[in-house]
């Protein structure tokens, strides 16, 4: 059990369950693959836009970023989709 601090007083105001050590890292990468998902959505964020038009490999392309992490079983080993031109 990992104690929570509150930053003002330094009196612990509570417990929390943590990860055992080896799934640190594993939550880690699965932490550093959606960053990186959500980037590459940012990037691809002015489609959106109502003076712009989306194409259909556009709207696919950004729907396969947002299903990465739950269409993936190894953060280790991700297959990006590609972006369209």
Do not use: F
């Not at 939550?27 to 960053?35: D, I, K, M, T, V």
């Amino acid at each position: 059990m990992a104690k929570i601090i509150d930053c003002i007083t330094g009196s612990v105001i509570g417990e929390m369950k943590t990860p055992p050590v080896e799934n640190k890292d594993l939550e880690h990468a699965w932490a550093n693959l959606r960053s990186k998902r959500n980037m590459l959505l940012v990037e691809t964020d002015i489609y959106g836009l109502s003076d712009r038009r989306m194409t259909v490999e556009m709207k696919n392309y950004r729907q396969k970023l947002r299903d990465l992490p739950s269409t993936q079983a190894d953060p280790a080993d991700i297959v990006w989709p590609t972006k369209p031109e």
